[in-house]
């Protein structure tokens, strides 16, 4: 699908989407828990739907209820391989999650997550006791449990996301689990993780971001989880007011541990207006000067990041390149090379990626699959000097399938 998007002044309010994170970390949890958990605003993302699939062909039993997920929690061998569609998340949460299991089980899904390395999966399930075999480092996955519990090593350097599976899984082990990690990326995913166990009842002695310690044999306890905002979305509407406008954005949690809500103090050291309050955040145009932003623990706002500084004036610089080449795409060059046909220069060195602001040019851009690549330049374009078409457009189903609606909502001239 192609989107056409022209240079707009946006004014007027939005809904932030359901944080995916946090929707699918609560799906999965609550799909071990004792007996019936009520999930509220989870929203419809395609990762979000992916995880619902995988819990039911795991045995939850999962009915929408007025806008809420009722969920019967109790996994049990699934009759076919799960499909975790796109979802990086998922397939890591859910590869250790199959792993308490004792007969084995193929994790599979469809599209970009083809291409993402899975050897660390495999590393840090058979550190758990388990038996993992990738195939020659990628999907599909076969697990086979049950983990055992005691001392495990894994190396936090490319993702947090299976210490967040292995984390959720190791309360099912029958043994207590201490689990050490060296070179922790994405910290505050990981202070998300611990803080949804905790709703259900599980506590996890985190110290120093080193070592995690886990009671075994536990069972997670039903509740009532309400999925907050989603910041990694709110980020690119955020964006959106500084460079073309205003716009305030309701649903957001300001004390949250979304690593994204990061945006908020980059917005403010570019010169951007920002109103916080008690239920909305608002973003208001204004001279924009260039910044320096340590992106090593939120790779996820680079695409926002690198639409804010290619509309202020001179070179920002961003850390943390080396989180960016196993995402949706390889999500360094493909900025790279998308904000070049926009007139934007981006150069990277080592970790440091440097963008050279100014004037957005019109043009014709592709997402390569990537969500984040199609509000990046979706965002950038409010601001240009011409129109901008984007291809593959249709990939922001997969966090926020409602992006173009909203933006349209506030007055962006979308077709």
């Not at 981006?346 to 997402?367: H, P």
Request: proline letters at 4%; aromatic letters at 6%.
């Amino acid at each position: 699908m192609k989107r056409l998007v022209r240079p707009s002044a946006v004014k007027g309010c939005v809904k932030a989407p359901a944080s995916k994170s946090v929707a699918q970390r609560a799906i999965a949890i609550a799909s071990m828990a004792s007996s019936k958990s009520q999930i509220l605003y989870a929203g419809t993302s395609d990762d979000v739907i992916s995880a619902i699939e995988v819990c039911k062909a795991l045995g939850a039993d999962i009915k929408e209820v007025n806008n809420a997920l009722v969920i019967g929690g109790g996994i049990k061998i699934p009759e076919q391989p799960l499909n975790c569609g796109e979802s990086g998340l998922g397939i890591r949460i859910f590869s250790c999650i199959a792993a308490t299991l004792e007969q084995p089980v193929i994790l599979t899904g469809k599209g970009t997550l083809a291409k993402r390395p899975m050897g660390i999966v495999e590393q840090s399930i058979k550190a758990m006791g388990a038996h993992c075999k990738t195939h020659n480092g990628f999907i599909p996955i076969m697990v086979k449990g049950p983990i055992t519990g005691g001392i495990a090593r894994v190396d936090g350097s490319l993702s947090s996301q299976v210490l967040t599976g292995m984390l959720m899984a190791a309360p099912l082990a029958k043994t207590d689990s201490t689990i050490l990690v060296d070179n922790l990326q994405s910290k505050p995913y990981i202070d998300l993780t611990i803080e949804t166990m905790k709703a259900f009842g599980v506590k996890v002695d985190n110290i120093d971001y080193k070592e995690f310690r886990i009671k075994g044999n536990q069972t997670y306890t039903p509740t009532n989880f309400a999925v907050e905002g989603d910041w990694s979305g709110a980020a690119f509407l955020l964006v959106a007011g500084a460079v073309a406008g205003s716009i305030r954005v309701e649903n957001l949690n300001a004390m949250s541990k979304q690593a994204d809500r990061a945006i908020i103090e980059t917005l403010m050291w570019v010169g951007a207006k920002i109103s916080i309050q008690a239920n909305f955040i608002e973003a208001s145009k204004h001279e924009l000067n260039p910044f320096h932003f340590d992106a090593t623990h939120c790779p996820d706002l680079f695409p926002p990041l690198v639409a804010l500084a290619a509309h202020c004036n001179g070179e920002s610089r961003i850390l943390g390149v080396s989180r960016l080449y196993a995402k949706e795409s390889d999500r360094a060059t493909t900025l790279q090379q998308e904000f070049k046909k926009l007139g934007i220069k981006i150069e990277i060195e080592g970790e440091l990626m440097r963008v050279f602001g100014g004037t957005v040019n019109g043009g014709a851009v592709t997402s390569h699959g990537d969500h984040r690549i199609a509000m990046a330049c979706a965002v950038a374009a409010l601001g240009a000097d011409g129109d901008v078409k984007i291809e593959g457009a249709e990939c922001v189903g997969k966090s926020y399938p409602n992006f173009f609606e909203d933006l349209v909502a506030v007055n962006a001239n979308i077709d």
